[in-house]
């Protein structure tokens, strides 16, 4: 039971970094309709700028995500206005192409930078663990990084159901065209809505580089993980994505506990591939455009 | 009617040429060279009929390379199964994987196609890793030792040169583009066309959906897992990186994106592109052309810095190339090169 309890406790708490990283994902998705391939290398991006303050200003993971979420927003709005806007119209594959190259670029412009070597990031609480009792213990790290996700998650929600650029950003997701004859500047929602996404990308990437190895190829397994994650919860939904990324969490580690290390993948690519063919509009879903 | 004789005469003259290369030309670099643009042309063309005429984007398809690659390597390395023998069993294999695929993917469209595409790949590699026993796992299977090729008795070639790779791999590549131009002008190919250029208009018409995706499905599987075996016998070794990865599929759908999709020559035109590009960047080339010119000196910091780094570059230049033809020329090569070739009529008229 002790072990049952163990690895749900932990499968909730990295499920809490993949709800940030799908939340990415699927408000790029429902404003844009864009599949963001490059979704996990921003992640990376993030890592490595974390690593980068760590280093150099000597400025905990934790901490540093104030800085690095507007970086990273800012980030991600450029690639918006600069390469996303110029393929809107165009066919999906080469948006998925475009996105997939953007990611090829960043993760091998770091390769030239960084080279290819594993960092890790070490800080003084990086391997050590609260007792919460009944033989169960909690990693700190990994309870830092779900306090602050839960937290950002909560100011998100208040940004998209409260404020006027919140509604306006729901509404430009549910209808492009109504949105922009009702006077908003689509155009600039797509900017917010791409820098949001790569912003909680690259935090969810500050909040794992505590327990995580940083390379440049890291990207592509969280690339993966956001998708599986979002269509999951339902594309575009992020209340979805929410629950999706704990699903996915509480998934990978009962399967690593229960089955073996090596094949949650496996198991977490399967249950996507059923997800997919039996509720393709996912849990949260409405509809499938 | 003169103008289809010039380009089979052009065609024939091409491939006349490339049969005689071998017997003036023994450079084995060259060759390799040579063998490394069939592959990619072949790799390119079977997808191209999949994606580029039944318009059906899979991103999964290192699953049919891979699938080819290590059925062929794994009944030479432990059964002795020479794998001109193999290389059927991995068809056969492929084609029931390429069916199972298709059952699933092909109720999903668009992004959902695409996302199912990966994960069957993925579920793939991750399977060649964990399954040790079958396939030796992440260590990859390392097979260099080619039974010699008899026919009656007759040793023809026992593979000590590159000679017959080089015509295993011309032939292949001759096969690949043969069975596009029939595709192209057949029925099949108006069907692919239809379904691709509207799914549901093709239905209302009574092409059968699910039939004629899962044909172009299992005719673009098939020629590329004879691509991914020839690709092992070759290099003599596999690994799930390599030969499953997510980036095989990346690069094999590159080839035709950059040359065209659709279009007969385009992966063989997208191939004389990415092919030479990424063999010079790999083998310092470029730098060592900018130290002759005398752009950068050697032992300044750029030089040395791009002495050092370039090498690994080859995949930052994919992505960059990718992303200047998604922009500027959305249809490929062969799209700019038609577009040129129209906008200079006009200009003439």
Redesign the interface.
């Known amino acids: 039971m002790a072990v049952f309890m163990q690895s749900l406790i932990s499968g909730i708490l990295i499920g809490g970094v993949y709800a940030l990283i799908g939340i990415g994902l699927t408000l790029i998705f429902g404003v844009m309709r864009v ?1 963001n391939f490059a979704h996990g290398d921003i992640l990376m991006v993030g890592m490595y700028l974390t690593y980068i303050i760590f280093t150099m200003l000597g400025i905990d993971p934790f901490v540093s995500v104030l800085i690095t979420f507007p970086l990273m927003f800012l980030f991600g709005g450029f690639l918006q206005k600069v ?1 996303i806007n ?2 809107l119209n ?5 948006q ?3 996105t ?6 960043m993760s ?2 770091v ?2 930078i960084f080279t ?1 070597d594993y960092k890790i990031l070490t800080t003084s609480y990086s391997s050590s663990t609260i007792q919460v009792g009944g033989g169960v213990s909690v990693s700190t790290p990994l309870l830092i990084s779900f306090l602050i996700t839960s937290a950002i998650t909560a100011a998100l929600y208040w940004f998209l159901l409260k404020t006027d650029t919140g509604q306006a950003i729901r509404a430009t997701a549910q209808d492009r065209d109504a949105a922009q004859l009702m006077g908003i500047n689509v155009k600039r929602m797509s900017i917010i809505a791409f820098g949001l996404g790569a912003a909680l990308a690259g935090t969810a990437g500050a909040l794992i580089s505590p327990t995580y190895y940083i390379f440049p190829q890291v990207g ?1 397994v969280f690339t ?1 993980k956001a ?2 994650i979002t ?1 999951l919860g339902g ?1 575009g939904s992020v209340v979805g994505a929410t629950l999706g990324g704990i699903l996915i969490g509480v998934t990978e580690s009962m399967s690593a506990v229960y089955v ?1 290390s ?2 949650k ?2 198991i977490v ?2 249950l ?2 059923l997800v ?2 039996f509720k ?1 509009s996912g849990l949260m879903g409405k509809s ?1 455009t | 009617m003169d103008k289809t004789i010039l380009k089979a005469i052009a065609i024939l003259a091409v491939l006349g040429g490339l049969l005689a290369i071998p017997r003036f030309v023994d450079s084995p670099y060259a060759l390799h060279m040579m063998i490394l643009l069939f592959m990619s042309v072949m790799m390119g063309q079977s997808w191209n009929i999949l ?1 580029g005429y039944a318009g059906q ?1 899979s ?1 999964g398809h290192a699953a049919y390379f891979g699938v080819g690659a290590y059925t062929t390597m794994m009944l030479m390395h432990t059964k002795q199964i020479a794998p001109w023998i193999g290389v059927w069993a991995g068809i056969a294999l492929v084609v029931v994987v390429a069916l199972i695929i298709g059952s ?1 993917c092909f ?2 469209r ?3 196609f ?3 595409s ?3 790949a ?2 793939l590699r ?2 060649a ?2 399954l040790t026993t079958l396939t030796n796992g992440a260590e990859g299977i390392l097979a260099t030792e080619l039974p010699p090729f008899k026919v009656g008795g007759a040793i023809i070639t026992d593979f000590a040169t590159k000679v017959p790779f080089y015509y295993i791999g011309l032939f292949l590549v001759v096969l690949t583009v043969g069975v596009t131009y029939l595709v192209q002008h057949s029925k099949l190919g108006y069907f692919f066309q239809a379904i691709r250029e509207d799914q549901d208009a093709a239905h209302s018409l009574g092409i059968s959906i699910s039939l004629y995706k899962n044909i172009a499905l299992v005719l673009s599987a098939v020629l590329t897992s004879l691509a991914g075996s020839f690709y092992g016998i070759y290099v003599g070794f596999v690994d799930p990186p390599t030969v499953l990865g ?1 980036d095989v599929s ?1 690069q094999i ?2 080839i035709c ?1 950059i040359g065209g999709m659709g279009t007969l020559w385009g992966p063989v035109l997208g191939s004389l592109v990415l092919v030479p590009l990424s063999e010079a960047l790999r083998s310092n080339m470029i730098t060592e052309a900018l130290v002759k010119i005398g752009l950068v000196s050697p032992e300044s910091k750029i030089g040395i810095f791009l002495k050092e ?1 370039l090498s ?2 080859h ?2 230049l ?6 200047v033809v ?2 500027f020329m ?1 249809d490929g090569l062969m799209g700019f090169i038609k577009k040129l070739a129209k906008r200079r009529k006009q200009e003439a008229v």
Request: charged share 5%; hydrophobic share 65%; aromatic share 8%.
């Open positions: 599949i390469f110029r393929v165009a066919l999906a594959q080469n998925i192409l475009l997939i190259g953007l990611g090829l670029i091998n412009t390769m030239l290819s592509g993966l998708f599986v269509v594309m073996s090596g094949w993948d496996v690519f399967v996507f591939l997919l063919l393709p499938r | 994606g984007h991103v699933i109720r999903l668009g992004p959902y695409v996302l199912a990966i994960a069957v993925e579920i991750l399977s890793i964990n997510l990346v759908m590159l994106i780094n690994h570059a995949v930052l994919y992505g960059i190339l990718v992303v998604i922009l959305p």
